[in-house]
Every structure is written in structure tokens, then in C-alpha cells.
């Protein structure tokens, strides 16, 4: 596939799925809430077992919100 026009974007979500299968998760930036990193890093779990439900997702984010 070309990586320019057209294709540009499914070359980068196929090399994202890759590399993500591999482990590999984008930096959480420092400015983050700590809590709102907690939530991405669950959700990036390797194991999809471990990946809360999004009823999970809703009530952590609503915790989270009331601390703000």
C-alpha cells in the first residue's frame, strides 16, 4: 500500500494494531489526571479480561469528574 493519498490513513492504523499487539501504548502525557490515566491504562490492558465494561468506564469517570 502507498503511504501517501488514499491509503495514508489505513498504513497508519494498520501499523498501530501491530504495535499495539506488540505492547506498545502511546505516552500518557504528564499533565494527564492521575485518574484519567489509571482509566486509559485499564483500557489498554493486553488481556481483554482485564479491560473494565463500560458501565466500569462511566462510573470511574463519574468519580472522576466529582473530584474536579
Not at 12 to 23: C, E, I, R, V
Not at 44 to 56: H, L, M, T
Request: glycine share 6%; charged share 25%; proline share 7%.
Amino acid at each position: 500500500l502507498s503511504s501517501t493519498g488514499r491509503n495514508r490513513d489505513i498504513d497508519g492504523t494498520l501499523g498501530s494494531f501491530s504495535k499495539a499487539k506488540d505492547g506498545w501504548r502511546p505516552e500518557i502525557p504528564d499533565q494527564m489526571p492521575t485518574c484519567i490515566a489509571a482509566i486509559i491504562r485499564l483500557c489498554w490492558s493486553a488481556d481483554p479480561n482485564k479491560r473494565p465494561e463500560c458501565s466500569e468506564i462511566l462510573d470511574m469517570l463519574m468519580h472522576a469528574a466529582s473530584e474536579y
